[in-house]
C-alpha cells in the first residue's frame, strides 16, 4: 500500500470527488480522500493523501490557496460561474481598470461572504446544491473568510478580467467574482479558474491522471508524488534520539532538544533515519536551551 501525497493537476469536468475514485483504481487502494475541494469547472491543483497519510488532511485543508482566473462583467448566472445559465444582464460601459483596481481592493480582507447557491456547503447535512437543484430556496448564510490578495492581471479586455487571488480556506472565487460586479456598478460571474498553489504545493509539481496512470501501469513511482516520510507540514519538526522515539511510539511524552514551537503548537516528529513517527503538539518549554516536552497525537510507527 502506498502512503503519501498524490498532487494531481485536475482537468475541467471532473469534480474532486471523481479524481479520488479514479486514484483509488489507480492505486488499487481505497484510503485516498482530498484536501480541499475544486469546482468541476475548475482546473489545477488537487492534493490527495493517501494511505497514512489521510490522517494528515486535517492540516492541509485549511492552508491558503492561490488562484488564477478570469470574471466576465455584463453577465450575471445563477451558479455564479459559466456553468450556470444567465440570469441577469448589465452594462459594462463604464467601467474602468480603476474602478475594477478599487474594487477588488476592497474585497482584500477578513470579512462575511455569502457561498454561492450551487456549492458543497452543507446545512442540516444537506449540500447547497442539492437544495438549489430541487427548486427549494438555498439560506444565504455569510461565512468569515480572508483575501490576502486580489489584482488585476493584464487589462480590461472584452468585458473580461484575469486576475490572481491569494486567499485563506473556504473563500469563495464565484462569490468573489460576483461581488466584483456588484461593486464597479454591474454584474458578472466567474469564467474560468485554475488553482496554482496549496500551501507549500504547487501545480508546477504536480501531473494529470493519465501521466499518473501511465507511469503506476509502468511500475513506476508517478509524477506528483511526495513520499510519506518527506510529506512537509505547515510546522516544525523535530528529531528523536532512538530513547525518545521509543516513548512516542507507545503513546508517551518525550523531553526534546532543539524543539521548535511554542506550547500548543503542533510538531512533526522524525527518527534519525529521518523517518515520520508521529504528529505532535509542544505541552511545554524548558529553560531556554530550546528544551521541551511533546505529547504524541498521531503515531504512525
Excluded at 2 to 30: M, W
Excluded at 175 to 200: C, N, P, T, Y
Excluded at 267 to 283: C, M, P
Excluded at 293 to 299: A, D, W
Aim: charged content about 30%; some cysteine; proline content about 5%.
Amino acid at each position: 500500500m502506498r502512503n503519501g501525497i498524490l498532487l494531481v493537476d485536475k482537468e475541467v469536468g471532473l469534480t474532486s470527488h471523481d479524481v479520488v475514485v479514479q486514484a483509488r483504481k489507480i492505486f488499487r487502494q481505497k484510503k485516498i480522500g482530498h484536501c480541499g475541494t475544486l469546482d468541476p469547472d475548475a482546473t489545477g491543483l488537487l492534493a490527495l493523501t493517501v494511505g497514512k497519510a489521510t490522517r494528515l488532511t486535517r492540516f492541509f485543508i485549511k492552508a491558503p490557496k492561490v488562484y488564477r482566473g478570469i470574471v466576465r462583467f455584463g453577465i450575471a448566472t445563477d451558479t455564479y460561474d459559466a456553468a450556470g445559465e444567465v440570469v441577469d444582464e448589465a452594462p459594462t460601459d463604464h467601467i474602468t481598470m480603476e474602478r475594477i483596481e478599487q474594487a477588488m481592493k476592497e474585497l482584500e480582507g477578513t470579512y462575511l461572504q455569502t457561498p454561492p447557491p450551487y456549492c458543497a456547503k452543507k446545512i442540516d447535512g444537506v449540500k447547497y446544491y442539492e437544495l438549489a437543484r430541487q427548486g427549494k430556496e438555498v439560506p444565504l448564510e455569510p461565512k468569515e473568510v480572508t483575501v490576502y490578495s486580489f489584482e488585476p492581471e493584464g487589462e480590461l479586455e472584452d468585458d473580461r478580467i484575469e486576475f490572481s487571488v491569494s486567499c485563506a480556506s473556504g473563500t469563495y472565487a464565484r462569490s468573489l467574482a460576483f461581488d466584483l460586479g456588484r461593486k464597479v456598478g454591474s454584474v458578472a460571474h466567474l469564467h474560468s479558474l485554475r488553482r496554482l498553489e496549496i500551501g507549500h504545493f504547487s501545480v508546477e509539481q504536480s501531473a494529470t491522471l493519465a501521466e499518473i496512470r501511465e507511469a503506476v501501469e509502468a511500475g513506476e513511482d508517478p509524477p506528483g508524488w511526495i513520499p510519506f516520510d518527506e510529506v512537509p507540514l505547515p510546522f516544525g519538526e523535530a528529531i528523536t534520539d532512538p530513547q525518545q522515539e521509543k516513548r512516542l511510539v507507545h503513546g508517551q511524552t518525550a523531553l526534546l532538544r532543539n524543539l521548535e514551537g511554542d506550547e500548543g503548537d503542533w510538531i512533526k516528529l522524525v527518527n534519525q533515519r529521518r523517518e515520520f513517527i508521529a504528529v505532535g503538539t509542544v505541552v511545554e518549554r524548558i529553560g531556554t536551551g530550546g528544551s521541551g516536552v511533546v505529547q504524541p497525537r498521531i503515531v504512525f510507527r
